[in-house]
């Protein structure tokens, strides 16, 4: 997996040097209400999961967005589920570490970067929000994501640890028009 360079944010893969912070973010109980995760996780559960399922599994990633001034990692991004072949991933573990770059512009230019990574070889991608995640559910739509009101796609995420999720998903065609209309014409005054 490639880096991944913007003009405010680089992401980088999923490596053993950002277990510590992405390990505190995800025992935060402010941040981590909506995860997937049922119980504290520590540095030794972090790195068998690393070494022995997502190390053996292409299907996945796991990105880090770094400030690219100050070289602070402050939130994560990634997919799960790749199908080359139905041309299709679930875009998820979207958690941001520092709260203080809710703001910034490397936050909203690492969902750019990845999706413009991703969309070459999918077609479409879906996502799963907790039904009470309103900020993610507002970013996601902003970012192009409706949801999924036909056939789901992906049964078994709607209810994960005792967390009712519901299924959005977001087309290239769709992508390209969102990625037109708010993050090309914000460029000049962004960055």
């Keep these: 997996m490639p880096e991944l360079i913007g003009h405010k944010v680089i992401l980088k893969e999923l490596s053993p040097e950002f277990f510590s912070e992405v390990v505190d973010w995800r ?5 981590n209400k909506f995860l997937n995760q049922p119980q504290k996780l520590t540095l030794e559960a972090e790195t068998a999961w690393y ?24 939130a994560t991004l990634g997919w799960t589920d790749m199908d080359r072949e139905k041309r299709r991933c679930i875009l998820g573990r979207l958690l941001l570490g520092n709260p203080e770059y809710r703001n ?24 799963h929000v907790v039904k ?5 559910i507002r970013l996601n739509k902003m970012l192009g994501f409706v949801e999924n ?3 789901i796609q992906y049964p078994h ?10 299924e959005y998903y977001r087309t290239k065609e769709m992508y390209q028009k969102v990625r037109k209309s708010l993050y090309e014409d914000l460029q000049e005054s962004l960055f």
């Design 132 to 136: 009470d995640n309103r900020k993610a």
């Design 149 to 151: 009101h036909g056939e």
């Design 51 to 74: 070494q022995n399922r997502y190390l053996q599994d292409d299907t996945q990633g796991l990105m880090i967005f770094i400030d690219k001034e100050n070289g602070t990692p402050f």
């Design 104 to 127: 910034h512009a490397g936050f909203l230019e690492g969902f750019f970067l990845l999706s413009d990574y991703l969309y070459q070889s999918v077609e479409m991608m879906h996502i």
């Design 27 to 31: 025992n935060d109980k402010e941040l």
């Design 157 to 166: 995420e709607l209810f994960v640890n005792n967390l009712h999720q519901r």
